[in-house]
């Protein structure tokens, strides 16, 4: 975890530990069930497969930003959203990002990059408009408090498992194909889809449990940090109520970001299954209210 004054967290630490670990393995086992169906494609499957994680890695901030059609502000551009994470970041005791905005409707924000010196804090138009001063603070102290912890990397990284996956799926059918009547092209098809879809479901969930955790720990480390729960608890709900109002074209060109917005952009579906990305709304309201009680009682 970074150096901040956010508040530490050491179920998160465990849970980003666990969940690379697990995918980690479950890469290897991926590689080595492929480098045994088809020992003379592994390796260029393998290959392949670790170069778009790591480019995914390398590029998040940008390909993040383009898949949102943003732009990095400066402080003569956006000089009230520039003073208000100056302030946040002084009182957090942490590295400044880059700034940006995204010019839609929808009102929402995310972190992003591969480490703090990349990272890149972003809102939309939409959020500008919706939210108080308090309640946009309240949000970019959640969204700094992603940055501090590191979570955003972590979660770069472990979505990419699917998209090696798949990639590795499509590879070991091609190299099947190739062997033409081969009798074992068959077997060796099935057991490299089952191979990989059992990689895909694991990599689904395990980064499922992680977004949820990490999004109530930053609504948590937030609120300490502005000592503004109630604040926090107001933005969400506006945020959400808004998405009732965007149509559904535009929701739909946000959906690849969903797990990285400080609420998704969804509306009309339940977000208490175990496949959402965020806790339910009413569960973020719950704990910002404990907080709210518990910075106002009277300390002995």
């Given at each position: 975890m970074a150096h901040s004054r956010f508040v530490?967290?050491?179920?998160?630490?465990?849970?980003?530990?666990?969940?690379?670990?697990?995918?980690?393995?479950?890469?290897?086992?991926?590689?080595?069930?492929?480098?045994?169906?088809?020992?003379?494609?592994?390796?260029?499957?393998?290959?392949?497969?670790i170069g778009v994680a790591f480019w995914q890695w390398w590029s998040s901030d940008k390909v993040a930003m383009r898949a949102m059609r943003a732009r990095e502000v400066t402080p003569e551009e956006a000089p009230e959203l520039h003073g208000m994470i100056d302030r946040l970041c002084a009182l957090a005791d942490m590295p400044k990002p880059r700034v940006g905005i995204s010019d839609m409707r929808v009102p929402n924000a995310f972190a992003t990059g591969r480490s703090p010196n990349r990272a890149v804090v972003c809102v939309t138009t939409g959020i500008l408009h919706t939210l108080d001063d308090e309640e946009l603070e309240a949000v970019l102290a959640h969204e700094l408090s992603h940055v501090a912890h590191r979570d955003v990397l972590v979660m770069t990284v472990a979505s990419s498992a699917g998209i090696v996956a798949g990639m590795l799926t499509r590879g070991a059918q091609f190299g099947a194909l190739s062997r033409g009547r081969d009798s074992n092209g068959g077997p060796a098809i099935l057991i490299a889809i089952v191979v990989s879809l059992v990689v895909y479901a694991v990599s689904f969930?395990?980064?499922?449990?992680?977004?949820?955790?990490?999004?109530?720990?930053?609504?948590r480390s937030g609120a300490y940090l502005t000592m503004k729960p109630a604040a926090l608890a107001s933005a969400l709900q506006k945020i959400t109520g808004e998405m009732s109002t965007i149509p559904q074209r535009d929701l739909r060109a946000t959906k690849s970001m969903n797990a990285f917005f400080i609420a998704p952009a969804l509306r009309g579906v339940s977000l208490s299954t175990i496949t959402s990305t965020h806790p339910s709304l009413e569960q973020r309201l719950e704990q910002l209210a404990r907080i709210q009680a518990e910075l106002g009682r009277p300390t002995s």
């Open positions: 530490k967290d050491t179920g998160l630490t465990v849970r980003m530990t666990t969940v690379m670990f697990l995918l980690g393995a479950l890469f290897v086992a991926l590689v080595v069930a492929m480098m045994y169906v088809f020992s003379e494609f592994w390796l260029l499957i393998g290959l392949a497969g969930f395990l980064t499922r449990l992680l977004s949820r955790y990490r999004e109530m720990c930053a609504d």
